[in-house]
């Protein structure tokens, strides 16, 4: 675990460098925590690069205020779904390593838009589980993001996400 | 030798030029569309590969655009601007705005967008009041883009976005009904409608100016239905990145029903105020005739859910950076 924080503190100049004026968050780097410690929420910096696998899902609101060369990866429990416009959110909170809670916002695109995903009013709920994995403020706004897609940037209860309207714990809505 | 090379370059670039569009069109997730196609309600239009997938189409039946149209699959949403005048470095206007990732300015504090719309392929031929009004409006997308809590498109805040800019913006789908004296739009972004009479009457000489016109229309052949409008109301936007126009606008629309699955529209932007030509937003843009059992699903503009995204959001990614 040791190796793996010295490796973040190595990386972090690095993406200050690449992307100066941001404040990247002072995450705590820990990773492969004992799994029965479910509710220690983990936060871990994946990488960063080029957003290749991402695809164009924000029509009305841009990325301007998000610096979409970074990715963060952060597993915490959901407490509300709002699907709305201009943008759904999801909150959830994550919980430090040192056991202080950080609640976040991410944010995803409209409701028509989300629909052709196969997201759904219905997709998340309160208590699940996620891991989800986003772009953030390039102000360093803490505890909030925006949704990247791809084919693994959420996991819903160990599931990877979206794969359809019927991958939430609850059934497809009923046509 | 140099040939090959010139060949192989060449077909990169056309790869690279329509990598955006291609991404845009393949964004669905395995097995969603098959779910998608099994909903009786909130359905949501077929991507682009199932309409070419399609057998040629019946002929165009004669004077008639009855029925439900799909702008999604073609880029009807033109985040960046119209088809034909994207405001995006890249050329795309299907791709949502964001700044290019090799950006040298990216996420240096206070660098948003630039002023004006150096570096985009080419602009509409704007009078000095044109590009002075031009940056006076903050769009959310495009290479002008701001972050959400500067944005000062007057869609942002719920008001109508008007006519051209429901054809210009989230043209996604429509439903066009006629009646014995009407060819009635009905348009799915922020659920809104307009009316094109055609009783033969004319524009109005001084219109009081309104969101979306006053529109005329006439068949000139049993396939083109050509609708003139004009009296539309200064406060809006032409599109998404915040093209202006003046009360003088006039419009000109060009429906063709090439045959019975398609619909091409073109737009002709006519403003002396703040073009010194007419442009043309949008050339035979493509729309695809959806099932008539077809569930459109809602999509309003509403206040109160505008304002807590406002608020949760947008204005804490606007903030300035703490010290």
């Not at chain 2, 077909?11 to 393949?26: E, G, N, S």
């Not at chain 2, 800019?165 to 043209?171: K, N, Q, S």
């Amino acid at each position: 675990m040791r190796a793996k924080r010295v490796y973040y503190d190595t990386l972090r100049p690095l993406l200050q460098t690449r992307f100066q004026g941001i404040r990247l968050p002072a995450f705590q780097a820990e990773i492969g925590s004992d799994a029965m410690r479910n509710r220690l929420t983990t936060i871990f910096l994946v990488g960063f690069g080029l957003l290749t696998v991402s695809v164009p899902l924000f029509a009305h609101h841009g990325n301007a205020a998000y610096a979409t060369g970074t990715k963060i990866t952060v597993k915490g429990t959901v407490t509300e779904w709002i699907w709305a416009n201009p943008h759904c959110w999801l909150k959830f909170d994550a919980k430090h390593e040192k056991g202080e809670m950080q609640h976040w916002i991410v944010e995803a695109s409209n409701p028509p838009d989300m629909t052709r995903q196969g997201w759904a009013k219905t997709s998340f709920k309160a208590g699940d589980e996620v891991v989800v994995t986003m772009m953030i403020p390039k102000n360093g706004a803490a505890g909030i993001g925006r949704f990247i897609s791809g084919p693994n940037s959420i996991v819903l209860n160990g599931q990877p996400f979206p794969s359809g309207v019927a991958n939430s714990t609850q059934p497809a809505p009923k046509p | 030798m140099l040939k090959r090379l010139v060949v192989s370059a060449s077909a990169m670039l056309v790869l690279l030029t329509f990598a955006p569009i291609l991404c845009a069109q393949t964004d669905q997730p395995p097995g969603v569309a098959e779910q998608l196609k099994q909903r009786k309600w909130n359905n949501s239009p077929p991507v682009k590969a199932e309409y070419d997938a399609k057998k040629k189409a019946a002929p165009a039946p004669r004077r008639d655009l009855w029925g439900l149209w799909d702008g999604t699959a073609e880029g009807g949403i033109q985040a960046n601007g119209p088809i034909e005048y994207p405001a995006n470095p890249g050329g795309s206007a299907s791709q949502a705005g964001d700044r290019p990732a090799d950006d040298p300015l990216l996420g240096e504090p206070g660098h948003f967008g630039q002023p004006d719309e150096r570096g985009i392929p080419h602009h509409p031929p704007y009078t000095a009041l044109g590009e002075e009004t031009l940056r006076a409006n903050k769009p959310g997308t495009g290479i002008r883009a701001v972050p959400p809590g500067e944005i000062n498109d007057p869609v942002d805040f719920c008001d109508p976005q008007g006519f051209p800019r429901m054809e210009l913006y989230e043209f996604r789908v429509v439903e066009l009904a006629q009646t014995k004296n009407q060819v009635l739009f009905l348009n799915q972004f922020y659920d809104n409608w307009r009316v094109i009479w055609t009783d033969g009457r004319e524009l109005p000489k001084d219109p009081e100016p309104r969101w979306n016109g006053y529109s005329v229309g006439k068949w000139v052949d049993d396939y083109t239905f050509v609708v003139d409008t004009v009296g539309m109301d200064e406060r809006t936007w032409l599109d998404n990145v915040g093209r202006p126009h003046s009360s003088d606008l006039h419009v000109q629309e060009v429906f063709h029903r090439a045959d019975y699955d398609t619909l091409e529209l073109s737009v002709k932007i006519e403003d002396p105020k703040m073009y010194t030509q007419p442009w043309m937003a949008l050339n035979k843009f493509v729309l695809h005739r959806l099932p008539d059992n077809f569930d459109v699903e809602e999509f309003f503009c509403s206040p109160s859910e505008t304002a807590a995204y406002n608020n949760v959001i947008g204005k804490p990614v606007t903030a300035p950076p703490p010290k």
